[in-house]
């Protein structure tokens, strides 16, 4: 396999979980006589502070040269001012649209020996695996926007399509899981939640109909992912709901430093990030967890690559490097000694291979 990928570290601990994936899938090429080429680019604030642009031409052009796309993070506070004129956001929301990668995968599993990790009860959180599939290029963070002294608006839009689209992603995922889907919105109150739920109850209904399905309120969703989270196997929400109830979910697994995603439109090629940020609080100390960054990384090999097996190998180094009791602080419990970014990285990519 020959294949060309696009890294872009980003801001804060981006270019230190990058350098992680970098090295896992150079691992993975040596390893298993394959070929990838890499091109490092500029996103978000370091992007802008080189050229004015959080997505210059020259790193648009490389991501829709590849056959995928890795991010690091983007963001920070030195770009985050109320009046900043460019946000470094904006160029990871032009980058999902331009590449149409309108289906975001974040699967959640808790790893047996993270229960601990976790500030929720063990008996709770034990055997938790599901995937949220959000809805990624619509709704209201890609609406028209307004400002002016008093008053602020922000528009959320939703076509038939795209809930139809996002629907069957979630449908044909779980099909090959536990055959169950969830569909969240929030039809008490909000027209677009009204479509949404017209369409998704439809199309699972009429082109799915061996899939189990469920429908929640958002806000009571939040309160069952923390209640009973074994019970969901795939949960397809919108946008915005997508991007906060996966932060919750985030700490089923112990934390955000565990949980890889992976962004896919009608084409092969994907966009893979970890679900953090940049975490300007960590930056630059080498202490970032990696293991979203290399899920990540497995996650684009699975994917766009279609190297199964390969995947399988990044996965299970992983969870070995886990098993065998290393720990970044993020997981480290009380008593255990947490290691950095770079032994974290040293040990996973011993058991690969
Ligand atoms: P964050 O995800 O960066 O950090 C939240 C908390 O989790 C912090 O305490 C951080 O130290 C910790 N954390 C995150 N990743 C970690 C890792 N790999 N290992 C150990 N600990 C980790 O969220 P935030 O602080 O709300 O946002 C910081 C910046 O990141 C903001 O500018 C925000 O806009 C941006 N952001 C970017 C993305 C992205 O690039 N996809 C996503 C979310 C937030």
Redesign the pocket.
């Known amino acids: 396999m020959d294949a060309l990928i696009t890294l872009l570290p980003?801001?804060?601990?981006?270019p230190e979980?990058t350098a992680a994936a970098h090295r896992a899938l150079k691992q993975v090429a040596e390893v298993y006589g394959h070929t990838f080429r890499f091109e490092v680019k500029l996103v978000?604030g370091a992007a802008i502070d080189e050229t004015g642009s959080p997505l210059p031409p020259d790193t648009m052009a490389s991501c829709m040269d590849s056959a995928a796309v890795f991010?690091?993070?983007?963001?920070?506070?030195k770009?985050?001012g109320p009046h900043a004129m460019v946000r470094?956001?904006k160029g990871?929301l032009e980058l999902r649209a331009e590449l149409g990668v309108y289906a975001n995968l974040r699967p959640v599993k808790v790893m047996d020996e993270l229960v601990d990790a976790s500030p929720l009860k063990a008996g709770i959180i034990r055997g938790v695996d599901l995937v949220v599939v959000r809805e990624l290029t619509g709704g209201i963070y890609f609406g028209k926007k307004t400002r002016d002294e008093t008053v602020a608006s922000d528009l959320c839009v939703y076509h038939t399509h795209e809930v139809e689209r996002i629907v069957r992603v979630a449908a044909r995922l779980a099909s090959g899981r536990r055959n169950k889907v969830c569909s969240v919105d929030k039809a008490n109150v909000l027209e677009t939640s009204r479509l949404w739920r017209d369409v998704a109850d439809r199309t699972l209904e009429r082109e799915f109909p061996e899939i189990e399905t469920e429908t929640l309120l958002v806000d009571a969703a939040a309160m069952h992912l923390l209640s009973r989270p074994r019970d969901f196997d795939v949960i397809v929400t919108e946008n915005m709901f997508g991007d906060i109830l996966t932060?919750e979910a985030s700490m089923l697994a112990g934390?955000?430093?565990m949980l890889p995603s992976a962004s896919l439109g009608d084409s092969t090629r994907g966009l893979y990030?970890?679900?953090?940020?940049?975490?300007?609080?960590?930056a630059g100390l080498d202490?970032?967890?990696?293991?979203?960054?290399i899920a990540s990384a497995a996650m684009l090999l699975r994917h766009s690559l279609s190297l199964v097996e390969e995947a399988d190998a990044v996965d299970a180094a992983i969870a070995a490097a886990i098993a065998a009791g290393a720990r970044?602080?993020?997981i480290a419990r009380d008593g255990e000694t947490p290691i950095s970014?770079t032994e974290m990285t040293d040990r996973i990519l011993a058991g690969l291979g």
């Open positions: 980003g801001d804060g601990i981006g979980v978000g991010l690091g993070a983007v963001g920070g506070p770009w985050s470094p956001e990871l932060d934390s955000m430093g990030e970890p679900i953090h940020g940049s975490a300007p609080d960590i202490v970032a967890n990696p293991c979203a960054a970044t602080a993020d970014t």
